[in-house]
């Protein structure tokens, strides 16, 4: 079983909508998790961070996170097409700097 | 600053032939890594520096080496290749931060691999 685990989508929103992507993971030593979004053929690039149960907002980002499910969310508000990519979720180990990775949901914003 | 540059951006190999991918980063970040990507499978650890000197394996470092020449720069070695290493290479860097809670990797534009 992957450590992190993803819906690989695609997740096809209607432009405006909000999109709610979903990550669940199987170690509870995880401190903390990522959200990236990686469009094709460039390297991911970090939009949100999040280590404490609850939600965290960023502009029309929001992370939530609940450590007694083991799940992490993001939604996306007033998804655009420009949010059209693949977003890879990923924890911390509370051992080390190293990061898992899951596979990633690909999103599909529509105009 | 450039960040994490990696070279070459694109290689084509034969199989059994051995190259070296190149990382370097201008951002005095103390945590180094490799990655590959595969289609459906996110990034995969390949090996890791976590300090200059030092060097670890990660979840996939059958075929592979790893050298951290100074705290710049990272390489990846690939001694004889193989069709199964067909991947996009990602290297990324950490900062040293007393916040241990997060720290944000920077990752390089990539290497596209092909081993025919």
């Known amino acids: 079983q992957k450590e992190v685990e993803q819906n690989s989508g695609p997740l096809s929103v209607p432009e405006g909508a909000i999109a709610s992507l979903n990550c669940t993971y199987s170690?509870?030593?995880?401190?903390?998790f990522f959200w990236y979004r990686q469009y094709s053929g460039k390297s991911p690039e970090l939009i949100m961070f999040?280590?404490?149960?609850g939600d965290k907002e960023d502009g029309r980002f929001t992370a939530q996170l609940n450590k007694a499910s083991q799940y992490v969310s993001l939604l996306i508000r007033d998804s655009q097409p420009s949010d059209s990519a693949t977003y890879l979720c990923?924890?911390?180990?509370?051992?080390?700097?190293?990061?898992?990775f899951g596979g990633g949901t690909r999103v599909l914003v529509k105009p | 600053n450039a960040g994490v540059t990696q070279t070459p951006k694109f290689q084509v190999l034969k199989t059994g032939q051995s190259m070296t991918l190149q990382c370097a980063q201008d951002m005095n970040h103390n945590s180094m890594y490799w990655y590959r990507q595969d289609p459906g499978m996110g990034l995969r650890l390949i090996y890791y520096?976590?300090?200059?000197?030092?060097?670890d394996k990660g979840e996939v470092p059958n075929g592979y080496n790893v050298s951290r020449l100074n705290k710049r720069e990272f390489s990846l070695r690939l001694e004889s290749a193989a069709p199964s290493q067909t991947s996009v290479y990602f290297c990324a860097s950490i900062p040293s931060s007393s916040r241990l809670t997060y720290n944000e990797q920077f990752f390089g534009p990539g290497t596209r691999l092909t081993v025919l």
């Open positions: 999040i280590y404490s149960n």
């Open positions: 170690d509870r030593g995880s401190q903390s």
């Open positions: 990923a924890q911390r180990m509370a051992a080390g700097n190293k990061l898992t």
């Open positions: 520096s976590a300090s200059e000197g030092t060097t």
